[in-house]
T-cell receptor, first 112, second 112 residues
Framework: DGGITQSPKYLFRKEGQNVTLSCEQNLNHDAMYWYRQDPGQGLRLIYYSQIVNDFQKGDIAEGYSVSREKKESFPLTVTSAQKNPTAFYLC???????????FGPGTRLLVL | GQQLNQSPQSMFIQEGEDVSMNCTSSSIFNTWLWYKQDPGEGPVLLIALYKAGELTSNGRLTAQFGITRKDSFLNISASIPSDVGIYFCAGNSGGSNYKLTFGKGTLLTVNP
C-alpha cells in the first residue's frame, strides 16, 4: 500500500543529544514537509522540500536540520540547539508544492 | 502572516446529534482542507475543497468553501462515538505561497 511511514513511534533522548527522525513515502510525491505539534496548538512548519537535494526553512527551523538525498526520504535531525524539543513531529508529502498534503503517523519525541 | 480562526475549540455532544464547526481566514484562500486527528496519530484528510462555493460530502461529513474564500465549515451528521477526535482546517492561498496555514483544531467528544 502507498503511504507515509515515520519511525520510531516513540523516541526518548537525553538532553544535549542529537536525534534523527525518519520519514519515508512511496507515493512518488515530489514535496515533503516536517511539522511540529504541541498541545493546543496548530501545526507549525519546520522545513519543507520541493524536490530532491533542495529544502527550505519553515517558520520554526532553528535547532533542526534536514536532508533530501532521495525522493522517498526526508529525515529530520533535532539538534542539541533546539531549546524545547519535546513534541509530536509529523511528516507530510504532496504531489507538488501547494497541493494537498498527506500525513504520516507521527513520532513523539521526549527529551529527558 | 495569515491567521486562521477555528471554532469552537471543543464540543461535547450526544451520539446521534449533528455537529458544525468553521474556520475563518484573514486573507483569501484557494484551497480549504479538513483533517481529523485521533490521539497519538497523524491527521487524516477528510475533505478537500478547491473552488469558492463548492459543497462536498464524504459519507456523513459535508464541507463548504465559502463564497468570500475566507471561510469554510464542516458538518457531521448523526454523530457516532468514533467521530471523537480533533478536527483541523487548513488553507492555502495558492500561487507562490504553497504553505498550509492550520487552525488550532476543534476537539469533539461524543457521549454514547
Amino acid at each position: 500500500d502507498g503511504g507515509i511511514t515515520q519511525s520510531p513511534k516513540y523516541l526518548f533522548r537525553k538532553e544535549g543529544q542529537n536525534v534523527t527522525l525518519s520519514c519515508e513515502q512511496n507515493l512518488n510525491h515530489d514535496a515533503m514537509y516536517w511539522y511540529r505539534q504541541d498541545p493546543g496548538q496548530g501545526l507549525r512548519l519546520i522545513y519543507y522540500s520541493q524536490i530532491v537535494n533542495d529544502f527550505q526553512k519553515g517558520d520554526i527551523a532553528e535547532g533542526y536540520s534536514v536532508s533530501r538525498e532521495k525522493k522517498e526520504s526526508f529525515p529530520l535531525t533535532v539538534t542539541s540547539a533546539q531549546k524545547n524539543p519535546t513534541a509530536f513531529y509529523l511528516c507530510a508529502s504532496s504531489i507538488d508544492r501547494g497541493e494537498t498534503q498527506y500525513f504520516g503517523p507521527g513520532t513523539r519525541l521526549l527529551v529527558l | 502572516g495569515q491567521q486562521l480562526n477555528q471554532s469552537p475549540q471543543s464540543m461535547f455532544i450526544q451520539e446521534g446529534e449533528d455537529v458544525s464547526m468553521n474556520c475563518t481566514s484573514s486573507s483569501i484562500f484557494n484551497t480549504w482542507l479538513w483533517y481529523k486527528q485521533d490521539p497519538g496519530e497523524g491527521p487524516v484528510l477528510l475533505i478537500a475543497l478547491y473552488k469558492a462555493g463548492e459543497l462536498t460530502s464524504n459519507g456523513r461529513l459535508t464541507a463548504q468553501f465559502g463564497i468570500t474564500r475566507k471561510d469554510s465549515f464542516l458538518n457531521i451528521s448523526a454523530s457516532i462515538p468514533s467521530d471523537v477526535g480533533i478536527y483541523f482546517c487548513a488553507g492555502n492561498s495558492g500561487g507562490s505561497n504553497y504553505k498550509l496555514t492550520f487552525g488550532k483544531g476543534t476537539l469533539l467528544t461524543v457521549n454514547p
